[in-house]
């Protein structure tokens, strides 16, 4: 692998940007209640809720605008080709895994994967955690059916909604929505920033001491070697070249050593939402402080919902997942409700249209979005993971009636983010980043990869709650596949004109 510097001119401080006009007059923190609430938890306990919602309403926020700020920033940075960005982690963060270990190994294979990342591109990688809040999320129906464990007739209780509404076990109580587990939530979510700004001020992610991040869990998983071995030179590498920029004296060098995190979750749950929702002094606008960047998923995206009407009127980085059912022009209408003014660094479009449909599906979004000239003011991301999912019992059939195990292969999801890289290099544009679902455990819950995850594995450690994620190797090689095709198109771009293949871009 080539050590080479970026070619790329990009600072430390990518330059401030200028603030967001104020929101519409129409538009306040709870304007969203009087909206179609599609998704929305239902409580029966009133009192309860307005004890809880005011609580939340007191306590200190989770984030802060400067940091907010920032990361618009870096992600209008990235608009321009100046930074790539990751965002991973769990699919529905679980209160009890509110430990030192399971944080620190989410946080270890992030830094690992942006390491991969930014060597390959010679660009700084945005690193975005699905953590600290991702405690709520969406379902397919509100009620689950059981058989009954005794044999007696099916038991329907309501969906598991993630931890932020109620809890996992299959009982009414546990499965009662429940007010007081969004403070539950916060707190946890509190604990979670706290130990990881922690790790990261005592050097947990400096660049300096790459050979702490020892992949001896890979090496016990039976990673084929040539995988570890990859990740071995990179990482020499990128000390190498680490020293050479101080050595230099350039900025660059910052970007590397002392990498900075945010969070991000999905706002599904208003009322949390809208309770940290405030003015912040010397700032116009209202922020939402319980994480960086919220994101509007596609299940809840109407244009006329509560969920837009409580996005639109926010001054933080705001995500938006696309799936393949989404009209190209309501992409557009979307962006356009979200980012009136067309401000940098304001809006992420997360396409997850599914292997199978990502050719066919994202060039008329491209184009639907350049038509209206938002095509290049947007950051656009490819999340394989949510369009590739399948039921499989240990078989590897597909069952009936629902039943059977979710899953997704690491081929389909491996070929999803290739294509959205080919797609928009095709198309003119800039695949800016990938969202992922994935931990630093030796999960058994997606299909494939180098070690071979088989359907007869999905019962020995499938532990995520609702959706499968990639393991701690799957996520590694992973990463280093996008790196081999970041690595490809930079040879090509770097090749004198008269060498280039004729006709190619």
Request: glycine fraction near 8%; include cysteine.
């Amino acid at each position: 692998m080539t050590h080479a510097l970026p070619t790329r001119k990009h600072t430390t401080l990518p330059p401030p940007l200028p603030p967001l006009p104020p929101p519409p007059a129409d538009w306040s923190p709870e304007s969203w209640a009087s909206r179609l609430a599609a998704h929305q938890v239902v409580y029966t306990d009133r009192a309860a809720v307005e004890r809880a919602v005011a609580r939340l309403r007191e306590f200190p926020p989770l984030v802060t605008s400067g940091e907010i700020e920032r990361l618009r920033a870096l992600i209008a940075s990235a608009q321009r080709g100046e930074r790539f960005l990751l965002q991973g982690g769990d699919c529905a963060e679980r209160i009890a895994d509110c430990r030192p270990e399971p944080i620190a190994r989410k946080l270890k294979i992030l830094l690992q994967m942006s390491l991969v990342l930014a060597h390959a591109s010679g660009a700084p990688v945005v690193r975005v955690g699905r953590f600290a809040g991702q405690y709520a999320k969406p379902r397919s129906s509100p009620l689950e059916v059981r058989q009954h464990p005794g044999g007696g007739p099916p038991l329907t209780l309501p969906s598991y909604y993630g931890d932020l509404v109620n809890r996992e076990e299959f009982t009414f109580e546990a499965r009662r929505p429940d007010p007081m587990r969004m403070v539950e939530g916060y707190t946890h979510a509190a604990i979670t920033l706290n130990f990881i700004r922690a790790l990261i001020d005592a050097g947990f992610a400096d660049l300096h001491h790459p050979e702490n991040w020892d992949l001896s869990f890979l090496r016990q998983a039976g990673l084929p070697p040539s995988i570890a071995d990859e990740y071995h030179a990179i990482t020499e590498g990128m000390l190498s070249r680490l020293r050479d920029l101080e050595s230099a004296r350039d900025g660059r060098a910052e970007d590397l050593s002392s990498p900075e995190f945010f969070t991000s979750h999905e706002a599904l749950n208003l009322l949390y939402e809208s309770a940290q929702t405030r003015r912040v002094p010397r700032r116009d606008g209202f922020y939402n402080l319980t994480t960086h960047l919220p994101w509007l998923g596609d299940r809840t995206r109407a244009l006329d919902g509560a969920h837009v009407e409580y996005l639109r009127g926010i001054a933080n980085p705001v995500g938006v997942k696309i799936g393949p059912a989404c009209d190209p022009e309501e992409a557009v209408a979307l962006v356009e409700r979200l980012n009136p003014s067309d401000a940098p660094g304001k809006i992420i479009l997360i396409t997850r249209l599914g292997a199978a449909a990502v050719e066919r599906a994202l060039p008329p979004l491209i184009e639907a979005l350049r038509r209206a000239g938002r095509a290049e003011s947007v950051l656009w991301v490819c999340d394989p993971m949510h369009g590739n999912t399948v039921s499989l019992n240990e078989n590897g059939a597909i069952p009936g009636g629902g039943a059977g195990r979710k899953t997704r292969a690491f081929a389909d999801i491996q070929r999803e983010l290739e294509t959205a890289w080919e797609v928009h290099r095709a198309c003119g544009t800039r695949l800016g980043g990938v969202h992922l679902e994935l931990t630093g455990d030796d999960v058994t819950e997606c299909l494939g990869g180098a070690s071979g995850v088989t359907p007869a594995d999905l019962a020995r450690r499938y532990e995520s709650p609702c959706d499968p994620r990639l393991n701690y190797e799957q996520s590694l090689e992973l990463a280093l596949t996008l790196a081999r095709r970041m690595q490809r198109d930079r040879a090509k771009s770097a090749r004198p004109p008269s060498s280039r293949t004729p006709g190619a871009r």
